[in-house]
């Protein structure tokens, strides 16, 4: 790999005799990683080896996968950098809590806080970028889960909006990207001197932000994938330094993990707590972690509750009832109350009472997407169907592995039962939801979203 003079002197003087190991270590090949998913049922029943776990995060493993079988299209699996994994683990989510994922595509940090949550609480996740928030929300509606709002806005926004409302924010924040060098070789090209003291300017303006919207006794988890000590150690300091009330978490240090070093920012000990993953090290691309607690006490920051507004979406009588007569038909219960369903257009969406009014927020996703109304009737979605187990409806239809490839391919699929009723059937292969179909007499006609069809 050819790197740039200047990023080969700032390194040789950092790393000292360790330079020459880590230079070379960017010519090597990184292992590659994947997580399984405990939303779904019989979760570690996939076709991919587990022979090779990952020892600091619970469904972690070492290997590839590949996005063209059934595991990763129904969301058993993602495929996700050995490094980066290890950032959802120390977000720690627990069902219940309130987070925060404000840079958050492609999804690999979101999906993991999701499947840690268990549908429980909420976990607002944020891309600036709409062509990335697209591919952000596409991800995390492969895991099923049913508590995520995808939203598309500048920090400030959020802000203003959602003042000291989450127990927990996560940035992982844009920034020169060094550790991405082996994996994206176009990343040398906009690399330069300077190019790391300016992501850190706007990764302090994104901070500020984001601690306004951490609740008193919450906690800060802060990532980054460079090795450079600008965007790192150093802006840890910083935040210590101006956010008196932050005081580090030390991080536990696994086999191959560096801790932060103190000489990198201002010299403060506690920096040792912060963990450094590079590749002469360790196995993945290269990450830098921190996760700083907030001390205030409770009473000082007490606010008075905001009036809530009135929110949008409200189900018209036919569209309760073309509801209720699906849900009637295809669940065993119905898992989702009036209370619960907003309309956004035609399109309805299960969004807990509980969560904040985000009708001021550009959204890519309120909620989970349950289907869309029709003339006289309701469709429903893809997402629905991932996040639904075979116990929790009466109509599932398992298909073959090669009625599977044909579906998402486009095609429909021709059965050779009788005596099954028409309608809508969750289609399962190999025990995994992957869609739904419509049986119309022993052909189910094809539901897979056009924008995601593959062939194998």
């Known amino acids: 790999m050819k790197l740039p003079v200047d990023f080969k002197e700032k390194y040789t003087k950092l790393l000292g005799e360790e330079a020459s190991a880590f230079f070379e270590s960017l010519d090597d090949e990184a292992q590659k990683g994947f997580r399984i998913n405990p939303l779904k049922q019989n979760y570690q029943e996939v076709d991919v080896s587990l022979q090779e776990p990952v020892a600091y995060v619970k469904t972690g493993y070492v290997g590839a996968v590949s996005g063209k079988t059934l595991e990763h299209q129904a969301g058993y699996v993602y495929s996700q950098d050995l490094s980066a994994m290890y950032v959802g683990e120390v977000v720690a989510a627990r069902p219940g809590e309130k987070i925060l994922d404000l840079c958050a595509a492609p999804g690999g940090k979101s999906t993991h806080i999701a499947e840690s949550m268990a549908n429980e609480g909420l976990l607002v996740a944020n891309e600036i970028s709409k062509k990335r928030a697209l591919i952000l929300a596409e991800n995390i509606e492969r895991t099923g889960a049913k508590n995520v709002i995808v939203v598309n806005e500048e920090p400030q926004t959020l802000a203003k909006e959602l003042p000291e409302y989450f127990d927990k924010v996560v940035v992982d924040a844009p920034c020169s990207g060094e550790g991405m060098f082996r994996k994206d070789p176009h990343a040398i090209s906009y690399w330069h001197k300077d190019y790391p003291a300016q992501c850190a300017v706007r990764q302090k303006e994104i901070l500020v932000e984001a601690l306004k919207m951490l609740g008193v006794g919450g906690e800060l988890i802060y990532s980054t994938c460079t090795f450079a000590p600008e965007e790192d150690e150093q802006i840890i300091a910083w935040l210590l330094e101006n956010y008196p009330y932050l005081k580090i978490v030390p991080l536990k240090h696994y086999a191959g993990?560096?801790?932060?070093?103190?000489?990198?920012?201002?010299?403060?000990?506690?920096?040792?707590?912060?963990?450094?993953?590079?590749?002469?090290?360790?196995?993945?691309e290269g990450h830098f972690?921190?996760?700083?607690?907030?001390?205030?006490?409770?009473?000082?920051?007490?606010?008075?509750?905001?009036?809530?507004?009135?929110?949008?979406?409200?189900?018209?009588?036919?569209?309760?009832?073309?509801?209720?007569?699906?849900?009637?038909?295809?669940?065993?219960?119905?898992?989702?109350?009036?209370?619960?369903?907003?309309?956004?257009?035609?399109?309805?969406?299960?969004?807990?009472?509980?969560?904040?009014?985000?009708?001021?927020?550009?959204?890519?996703?309120?909620?989970?997407?349950?289907?869309?109304?029709?003339?006289?009737?309701?469709?429903?979605?893809?997402?629905?169907?991932?996040?639904?187990?075979?116990?929790?409806?009466?109509?599932?239809?398992?298909?073959?592995?090669?009625?599977?490839?044909?579906y998402v391919a486009g095609n429909t699929v021709q059965l050779d039962k009788k005596d099954l009723k028409n309608g809508w059937y969750l289609l399962v292969c190999e025990g995994k939801p992957f869609a739904f179909g419509k049986l119309v007499d022993k052909t189910v006609k094809n539901f897979f979203p056009k924008g995601l069809r593959f062939y194998n």
């Not at 932060?260 to 590079?278: I, K, S």
């Not at 606010?303 to 007569?325: I, M, Y």
Request: hydrophobic fraction near 35%; charge should be positive.
């Open 257 to 284: 993990m560096d801790q932060g070093v103190p000489a990198f920012g201002n010299g403060a000990e506690e920096l040792t707590g912060t963990v450094r993953l590079m590749p002469h090290h360790f196995k993945g």
């Open 289 to 406: 972690i921190a996760k700083l607690k907030d001390m205030r006490p409770k009473k000082a920051t007490e606010l008075k509750k905001k009036k809530k507004r009135k929110q949008k979406g409200t189900l018209t009588k036919e569209q309760e009832q073309l509801w209720q007569d699906f849900a009637q038909k295809f669940f065993k219960e119905t898992p989702f109350s009036l209370d619960q369903l907003r309309c956004y257009g035609e399109y309805l969406y299960f969004y807990a009472p509980s969560w904040p009014d985000i009708s001021r927020l550009r959204f890519m996703r309120p909620g989970l997407l349950l289907g869309v109304f029709k003339k006289k009737r309701f469709e429903p979605s893809y997402t629905l169907a991932l996040s639904l187990r075979q116990d929790e409806v009466k109509n599932v239809l398992a298909v073959t592995k090669k009625q599977w490839q044909d």
